[in-house]
């Protein structure tokens, strides 16, 4: 059974960092592409970072600069590293595989991360 389970989140004052982390188990990753995806309070779903098996990565322009996304194969788990932050940060962050066409998509149960003062 697939399973991705966030961890890091939290109250951060503006300007602080956080580093969030996503276990996964149940599968191998290592060729799937991953990312991370944040929903703030009564808005949609945004993909914030994206990261291919080959390490390559891509951003929403509203984070750009400022959060950074990783992965270790060997221990099959994604990191966001978030810096700068400001109070339109504040979101749960969920842990994404997105579906292939052969494959389907997974998701975390998600973490909160509060940036207020």
């Known amino acids: 059974q697939v399973r991705l389970v966030e961890s890091g989140g939290g109250l951060v004052q503006p300007g602080g960092s956080l580093r969030l982390s996503c276990a996964a188990s149940?599968?191998?990753?290592?060729?799937?592409?991953m990312a991370w995806v944040r929903q703030p309070p009564g808005k949609q779903r945004e993909r914030v970072a994206i990261?291919?098996?080959?390490?390559?990565?891509d951003y929403a322009d509203s984070v750009k600069g400022r959060f950074a996304i990783s992965r270790d194969g060997d221990k099959n788990t994604l990191y966001l590293e978030m810096s700068s932050l400001t109070p339109d940060d504040t979101a749960v962050y969920y842990c994404?595989?997105?579906?292939?066409?052969?494959?389907?998509?997974?998701w975390g149960q998600g973490t909160q991360v509060t940036v207020s003062s």
């Open positions: 994404n595989v997105p579906a292939t066409q052969r494959l389907p998509a997974y």
């Open positions: 149940g599968g191998n990753f290592s060729l799937r592409i």
């Open positions: 990261i291919t098996p080959s390490g390559t990565t």
